[in-house]
């Protein structure tokens, strides 16, 4: 496996979990105020020939999915748990370097780094794979496939 490639998509993939953090919960409230709209299924009624009745598959697709909002809000907050705990173990120049290469991709990332920095381009690019590899090693202790 390529660690190494691991750690970049999951530095590419961290604005987007960080998103998912607010708007799951957001939608699963969305799902929550719907469920409470639809009507319950009448007992009364002579049973429709070929099945259910659409307001239970209703009801029962709104369960489904709340839970399944539910299970990926756990997996994407232990995600991004995971990869700021791996952040915070790098130091601060470090982070930034990474950030700009990785997670806020921008036009102009190595220019701006070498201002703030006061490096030149290939210390820059030295420090993104020094960062890179303490990074990758913070989140999955090995660097290469062994």
């Known amino acids: 496996m390529n660690w190494k490639r691991e750690a970049i998509d999951k530095l590419k993939n961290y604005e987007a979990h960080r998103e998912a953090l607010e708007n799951i919960p957001k939608e699963i409230k969305r799902l929550e105020s719907a469920y409470a709209g639809i009507r319950s299924a009448t007992t009364d009624g002579t049973p429709v020939s070929g099945g259910g009745n659409t307001r239970e598959d209703s009801m029962l697709s709104n369960i489904v999915h709340r839970d399944e ?78």
């Open 69 to 146: 909002l539910k299970r990926r809000l756990r997996e994407a907050r232990l995600w991004v748990a995971q990869v700021d705990k791996a952040l915070a173990a790098l130091e601060d120049d470090e982070r930034q370097v990474l950030d700009k290469f990785f997670i806020h991709r921008i036009k102009g990332a190595v220019e701006d780094l070498c201002e703030r920095l006061g490096v030149e381009r290939a210390t820059v690019y030295r420090r993104r794979d020094s960062a890179l590899r303490r990074f990758t090693i913070a989140l999955y202790g090995v660097t290469e496939t062994e």
